[in-house]
């Protein structure tokens, strides 16, 4: 049975390279002291009248180095003999030493050009980072311990740790690529609550800035009463550019509607100061709104959280287009948590306590700052999602399909008397098309075959040629000769007396000579006493497009040629008319017939 082993340089490679990322985790740890430490006794060379000697300044730049780490400090140099507890983190410095253990562990899993060196894996490279960095810190703990700023050990035990490990983490994070959940939705809520918490961040230092912009007589007294010579004022300075991202935090949360203690007894909130304010002097508290009710100005700052709140839900929103609406708001849901729970983490680093007594609160209350967040996430960002997403779903509208809107009542009738009078009166034509094709049937039939001519005698009653009626007395016989005067009224199937031979079937209508197609008209005596014709039957002609009788058109030899004429009324719509069952209502046009509107989306 053969076991797989490894070989010892491997094995030895990967010790060697966690033992590498342990002294990375240490020297990020003394870059960053020793970067406190050189302000700190630069400080103290410039001071006029240095306190102490350089272990000293030592012993006060591991004590800001721990603060930094979100260690409470103990000032035991009070007046009162007591000791003081000093809890307000500057968030510019924690940015230094997260900054350094992040970048420590990101070069831990990053080979860069060399792929043979062996790597560990994330768990094994943020324990090793964080291992070397914290026994540094716990060496720097100690030897604050007999200084005037000693950590607090309960809060150095708890908070430094925290920050030591979460920073490698992210930096084996960004070494990784930065991989999000699986779940789309997820990296969706992260992101977006990324966002809404930078928004709202960036939100209160817009407003923390224009109310100390207002206040810039009283920040600037409070600034020169603090140090007289320049060496003061730039410590001063540097203090109050450390303590810049805790006033953004502080004007969110007071934007958020929480707002901020300013001692055991009192709290700002837009709604007004409520409470005697025990603030120390220092130019960054002189932005802090004056006592009474508030105005509109401080109501204004609500647009702070309403803007981060539209920024978080236009981000779920534009991603949710293809999600169910569920999807969609508990991704909504879960950003504003995610944003509350950044909030709260914050508001308890930027504020704490400053001493005993009064003192002791300062700054934002986390889990009011949290909730609140998580309030306005819910009531806004939440419809603000749902309705991106909802109008990312519309169709527009041009591609919607064509909807043909239902007739009313009166349109309906008004179509259908308008079809019913069309076809009355096609139906009357056609009528009378049939009843004198079906009259003078004999006589189209009669005229195709070439015969004699023969001539009725007057009085006879009967045309010798079509069969017709012959005028009777007192009646006369129009041909064709002359010029016509008027429309024909009977059929004529004898022979033309014209100078052409016509067939004896057509209808003239000019006034010159005939062409072949005469004319007969019969007129009795009443007609011409009236002057109008009654009774006439008019014949149709082979070019006549109603015309359904026999083809007469020449046939071999130069005569007429005997057959069914296919007019165009011949076929369908004999069968249509000759139909005892047909309704004119069955053929009205479909665009009349109401249709069901199409489903909505």
């Known amino acids: 049975m053969t076991h797989v082993t490894e070989h010892p340089l491997v094995q030895g490679g990967r010790s060697a390279a966690l033992a590498t990322a342990c002294v990375r985790g ?16 630069a400080a103290w060379i410039s001071s006029p009248y240095p306190d102490g000697g350089p272990v000293g300044a030592l012993h006060v730049a591991a004590g800001i180095w721990l603060l930094a780490h979100g260690a409470d400090l103990v000032r035991t140099d ?3 003999g007591l000791h003081a507890p000093v809890g307000i983190v500057p968030l510019l410095l924690v940015a230094l030493p997260v900054w350094l253990v992040h970048r420590a562990a990101r070069d831990t899993l990053d080979p860069g050009g060399d792929t043979s060196r062996p790597r560990p894996s994330p768990g094994a490279a943020v324990a090793a980072v964080a291992g070397g960095y914290l026994l540094v810190a716990a060496g ?16 150095a035990g708890i908070w430094l740790p925290a920050v030591v490990v979460c920073a490698a983490a992210a930096g084996v994070w960004t070494a990784l690529g930065r991989p999000l959940p699986g779940r789309r939705q997820a990296a969706v809520a992260l992101r977006a609550a990324g966002l809404g918490t930078l928004t709202l961040l960036g939100g209160g230092a817009v407003a923390a800035a224009v109310s100390l912009a207002w206040h810039a007589g009283r920040a600037q007294a409070s600034f020169e009463g603090l140090a007289g010579e320049w060496s003061g004022r730039v410590t001063v300075l540097l203090l109050v550019l450390a303590l810049l991202p805790n006033m953004a935090v502080w004007g969110a949360a007071y934007g958020l509607g929480p707002g901020f203690t ?9 709604l007004g100061l409520v409470g005697d304010p025990t603030v120390p002097p220092f130019p960054l508290l002189a932005a802090l709104p004056a006592e009474g009710r508030g105005t509109w100005v401080h109501w204004a700052t609500a647009a702070v959280p309403l803007a981060a709140a539209l920024v978080l839900g236009l981000r779920v929103g534009r991603a949710a287009r293809a999600w169910t609406a569920r999807d969609a708001a508990l991704t909504a849901l879960g950003a504003a948590w995610g944003c509350g729970a950044a909030v709260a983490v914050l508001a308890g680093a930027a504020g704490g306590p400053l001493g005993t007594g009064r003192l002791s609160a300062f700054g934002p209350v986390w889990w009011q700052a949290g909730a609140a967040a998580v309030l306005w996430g819910a009531c806004v960002a939440l419809p603000v999602a749902l309705g991106v997403r909802a109008w990312g ?3 527009p509208r041009s591609q919607r399909p064509r909807r043909v809107p239902a007739p009313g009542p009166g349109r309906v009738a008004a179509a259908v008397t308008a079809a019913v009078r069309a076809v009355g009166a096609v139906g009357a034509v056609l009528g009378r098309s049939a009843a004198a094709s ?6 189209h039939l009669e005229a195709a075959t070439p015969k004699a001519p023969t001539f009725p005698e007057p009085g006879d009653g009967r045309d010798s040629d079509a069969g017709g009626p012959v005028p009777g007395p007192g009646a006369e016989r129009v041909s064709d000769t002359g010029p016509g005067t008027g429309p024909g009224t009977g059929p004529d199937a004898g022979p033309d007396t014209g100078h052409d031979p016509g067939t004896g079937n057509g209808l003239g209508t000019g006034t010159g000579p005939g062409t072949g197609k005469d004319r007969a008209t019969t007129k009795s005596p009443g007609d011409r006493a009236g002057g109008k014709d009654r009774d006439r039957v008019t014949a149709r002609t082979p070019a006549d497009p109603l015309y359904t009788g026999p083809d007469v058109s020449t046939g071999p030899g130069g005569g007429p040629h005997p057959g069914p004429h296919p007019g165009p009324l011949a076929g369908p719509l004999d069968d249509l008319f000759d139909d005892p069952g047909y309704e004119p209502y069955d053929y009205l046009p479909a665009a009349w017939e109401p249709s069901a509107p199409p489903p909505s989306d």
Not at 140 to 155: H, K, N, Q, R
Not at 262 to 270: D, I, R, V
Not at 438 to 443: K, L, M, Y
């Open 26 to 41: 240490g020297v990020a740890a003394g870059l960053g002291l020793g970067v406190l430490a050189v302000l700190v006794i």
């Open 78 to 80: 009070t007046l009162s």
């Open 140 to 155: 720097v703990v100690v030897y604050s311990e007999s200084g005037p700023l000693p950590a607090d050990l309960v809060t």
């Open 262 to 270: 300013l001692g055991t007894g009192a709290l700002a909130t837009p």
């Open 393 to 395: 779903r519309r169709i």
């Open 438 to 443: 079906s009259g003078s049937a004999e006589g």
